[in-house]
Nanobody, 125 residues
Framework: QVQLVESGGGLVQAGGPLRLSCAAS????????MGWFRQAPGKEREFVAA????????YYLESVNGRFTVSIDNSKNTAYLQMVSLKPEDTAVYYC??????????????????WGQGTQVTVSS
């Protein structure tokens, strides 16, 4: 059984940084993609970023491009989402997820087979 354990959320002032981690276990992920999504109160879950397990490909939601960086440490089976210049509108529960589908489906929540429990990120103004 695949497990994804997230950590690193919290309260931060606008303009500050946070780094989220997602530790994966339970199988090999060499042909998978890792995605980050977020869900704010009263809103639908939205795609934030994706990375191929090899780390060779990344993709971002336009509004976070240049502020968020997704990376992966294959030796630790852990993915990271480094966030800088945070804005109040970034406030949400952030989820990591693993997909075994093609890279072309990277932005679709339905394409992800396993999800973490979510970690709250709150950005104060």
């Amino acid at each position: 059984q695949v497990q994804l354990v997230e950590s690193g959320g919290g309260l931060v002032q606008a303009g500050g940084p946070l780094r989220l981690s997602c530790a994966a276990s339970g199988r090999t992920f060499s042909s998978s993609n890792m995605g980050w999504f977020r869900q704010a109160p009263g809103k639908e879950r939205e795609f934030v970023a994706a990375i191929s397990w090899s780390g060779g490909r990344t993709y971002y939601l336009e509004s976070v491009n240049g502020r968020f960086t997704v990376s992966i440490d294959n030796s630790k089976n852990t993915a990271y989402l480094q966030m800088v210049s945070l804005k109040p509108e970034d406030t949400a529960v952030y989820y990591c997820a693993v997909s075994s589908r093609a890279w072309s489906a990277r932005t679709y929540a339905y394409a992800y087979d396993y999800w973490g429990q979510g970690t709250q990120v709150t950005v104060s103004s």
